[in-house]
């Protein structure tokens, strides 16, 4: 059964970092891209970052761009989402999920065909 399962969310204080993990199993990445979403209380689910098959194209969210890294090791079937210099703002739940969309990775939730079941991150001192 295809299963992607996200960690490494926590508690921060701002200015800190977190680096997220998302393990697929079930199938392989290789034929997938990748995506992160979030979603804070009270507000819909929005793009973070999202990078392509083989990892040569990323994009991300303006909101993010410059702090945060999106990566990925096929070989573990794994992506990853590194988050530097966190702000209150980036409060919420993470979520990664896989599209097989070729070409440049979507920003678009409905482009994505599997998702994990999330995991907290809260900046606060």
């Known amino acids: 059964q295809a299963q992607l399962v996200e960690s490494g969310g926590g508690l921060v204080q701002p200015g800190g970092s977190l680096r997220l993990s998302c393990a697929a199993s079930?199938?392989?990445?290789?034929?997938?891209?990748m995506g992160w979403f979030r979603q804070a209380p009270g507000k819909e689910r929005e793009f973070v970052a999202a990078i392509s098959r083989l990892g040569g194209n990323t994009r991300y969210a303006d909101s993010v761009k410059g702090r945060f890294t999106i990566s990925r090791d096929n070989t573990k079937n794994t992506a990853y989402l590194q988050m530097n210099s966190l702000k209150p703002e980036d409060t919420a739940v993470y979520y990664c999920a896989a599209s097989q969309t070729s070409g440049l990775p979507s920003s678009t939730a409905g482009s994505y065909d599997y998702w994990g079941q999330g995991t907290q991150v809260t900046v606060s001192s």
């Open positions: 079930g199938f392989s990445l290789d034929y997938y891209a």
